[in-house]
């Protein structure tokens, strides 16, 4: 074949690969849904991005659920750094839901894909004994997890509020990360992404602590802080009994025994988190409690 009849052929195959060449680009992400669901948090607004090609029947529950105002009064219950920020149950409002509301809600079979969970990806809660016990609860990942890939559904994303979720961040948790206040969200709402002006979006802000009460302040106490606080009741109430041993004997063994509880109070604080991780620890510990209630039992009463 000549020269002169191959380079019209060969114009013609790189027309098409260069035709073909956005679609390729394009390939690896998604179409989004024309609508967007802002969720108006007490530390701003989250909005998400959905997957409907990728995962159908997840997305129109939640979009349903949203428009009924189920995700009204939820809240975002666990929060792991570095791994998901979890909302809660449809179910778990702080307004029951209606029976009609109620009836909205059904069980979804796994909608697995070739997605990756990175930052900022929606995925479905469910039992871990069972791929097909979705219904309304869904993390928002902070960082690669390449384990939850095929495992669970991803449905879409967080398209804008990502440091609102970083806000949550910010508030003390409990051992198993649930924060000290409510993170609520106050509303759900559905919007176009023609309708969604940035203007009209509230912008992070701290989560205001004040409404915690005391009881929940202490849970959310940094641990070395609640050590620090330990170790000087114990020094105040050694001070007390070295007062006392003088003008008042008989007080003295219950202040100390009072500080031998503190201070197995304190190796608990100090070790359980440890013991979730070593059941020797745990029994070590509960051993430990048991001694101590039994030196208790022998100062109930003075002796005769």
Partial sequence: MSA???????????????????????AG????????????????????????????????????????????????????????????????????P????????????AEFSGLHHQRGTLSMARDDR??????????????DWPEGDRRYTIFGEVESGMEVVDEFLKVPRDAEGRPVIRLSVLKAEVIRKAGLAAGRLAPAQPVDLSQAGP???????????AVACGILLMVLIGVGAFVCATRYPAAVVPLNLMN????????MIIATPIAHQHPALAVALFGALLGTLKLMSRFESPAS
Avoid: N
């Fill in 215 to 225: 009881s929940m302040a202490l849970v959310g106490l940094p641990q070395s802080e």
């Fill in 98 to 109: 209606s029976p009609d509301q109620r009836g909205l809600v059904h069980r979804l079979k």
């Fill in 4 to 26: 002169t009849r191959s380079r019209p052929r060969a114009c013609w195959l790189a027309a098409i690969v260069l035709s073909l060449a956005p679609a390729a680009a394009g």
């Fill in 130 to 143: 069972d791929p097909d016990s979705a219904e309304t609860s869904f993390s928002i990942i902070l960082a």
């Fill in 29 to 96: 992400q998604p179409r989004l849904a024309d609508e967007r669901i802002i969720l108006h948090t007490i530390a701003g607004d989250i909005v998400l991005a959905l997957y409907p090609d990728v995962a159908p029947r997840h997305v129109e529950q939640i979009l349903k659920l949203s428009r009924a105002g189920l995700y009204d009064t939820t809240h975002f219950f666990s929060l792991v750094p570095g791994f998901y920020s979890q909302l809660s149950g449809a179910t778990d409002r702080s307004s029951p």
């Fill in 260 to 267: 031998v509880l503190i201070g197995i109070f304190l190796l």
